[in-house]
């Protein structure tokens, strides 16, 4: 689905375990999809360190930690937490539909 609000639908919610993410390819970008205990969250695909994916890192909690240098953002506000980023992820908002995810992207 894309319509006015460009609502883009992803997966179906069981697609994404807990504690894990999904690499979602739209456009030619790339987004990263987070299922963590406090619900679904978006990001942008890569590292802002390097041309690395997230999607081979490590989610811990709220935390995402890049495979490459072990850099670490915060999954719902994208802010860094440990270097070498300096940069934070941008982040988008995730509706959940007859457990179908969306993701509104600008
Ligand atoms: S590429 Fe992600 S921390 Fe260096």
């Known amino acids: 689905m894309n319509n006015m609000d460009n609502w883009v639908y992803v997966c179906e919610k069981d697609q994404i375990d807990i504690e894990d993410l999904k690499r979602f390819d739209y456009n030619n970008k790339t ?5 963590i205990k406090d619900g679904f969250f978006a990001t942008d695909g890569m590292c802002t360190h390097e041309e690395v994916h997230l999607e081979d890192g490590l989610v811990t909690d709220d935390e995402i930690e890049c495979p490459m240098h072990q850099g670490i953002f915060n ?3 994208g802010k860094v937490i440990q270097d070498p980023p300096c940069e934070d992820l941008k982040t ?3 509706k959940i539909e007859k457990n179908k ?3 509104q992207l600008k």
């Not at 987004?31 to 299922?35: G, M, P, Q």
């Open 101 to 103: 995810i969306y993701i």
């Open 31 to 35: 987004y990263c999809i987070f299922h």
């Open 92 to 94: 988008y908002p995730i």
């Open 75 to 77: 999954i719902k506000t």
